[in-house]
Nanobody, 111 residues
Framework: EVQLVESGGGLVPPGGSLRLSCAAS????????MRWVRQAPGKGLEWVSS???????YYTDSVKGRFTISRDNAKNTLYLHMNSLKTEDTAMYYC?????RGQGTQVTVSS
């Protein structure tokens, strides 16, 4: 059974930083493309970033230069390092594999 468990969200002021983690199990993590998606209050699901099995990374324009996706295949863990956070980054963040998502972790950026 595939399991994706996110953690690391919280309340931070604008300009702050957070690191999200996603512990993955039930599939071959090291050979799988992974992504982060988010859903802001009252809005649809938005793709944020992806990383493929070779380590190539991709970002939506609004987070380029501020967010960094990475993976630790030895720990079956996906990360999202978020810097220079803005109020518009407030959302529930989900780790995703193929059509599956975890339960999410809430990120709130507010002064």
């Amino acid at each position: 059974e595939v399991q994706l468990v996110e953690s690391g969200g919280g309340l931070v002021p604008p300009g702050g930083s957070l690191r999200l983690s996603c512990a993955a199990s039930g599939f071959t993590f090291s050979s799988s493309a992974m992504r982060w998606v988010r859903q802001a209050p009252g809005k649809g699901l938005e793709w944020v970033s992806s990383i493929n099995s070779g380590g190539s990374t991709y970002y939506t324009d609004s987070v380029k230069g501020r967010f960094t996706i990475s993976r630790d295949n030895a720990k079956n863990t996906l990360y999202l390092h978020m810097n220079s956070l803005k109020t518009e980054d407030t959302a529930m963040y989900y780790c995703a594999f193929e059509s599956l998502r975890g339960q999410g972790t809430q990120v709130t950026v507010s002064s």
